[in-house]
């Protein structure tokens, strides 16, 4: 299925390692289990400060979203990208 042989970066460490899968992203099972527990570990953390009322309400960004005449979904995509004035 998968002939020829890809020169890759790992997306963790950054070490360079072949494969013949071209979707693959990690040099190693630890590197792909540690960079899952870090995702892991900032949703958490996320939900956290949410649940805390550290972080805007649902209710709130939806309403800052309309005001700037935006979907829901596209006002926390620039928020996320960082792009709010």
Known sequence: MFGKTLTLCCARC???FETKIP???YCSERCRDESRQERLRK????SL???D???PSLAQIAKEAR???MTYGRYVEMLRRGDRD
């Not at 949703?43 to 996320?46: G, I, N, Q, S, W």
Request: charged letters at 35%.
């Open 43 to 46: 949703t958490r953390a996320r």
């Open 49 to 51: 400060a949410r649940a």
């Open 67 to 69: 005001e700037a005449g």
């Open 14 to 16: 950054g070490e360079v």
């Open 23 to 25: 979707s693959r992203r």
């Open 53 to 55: 009322g550290a972080g």
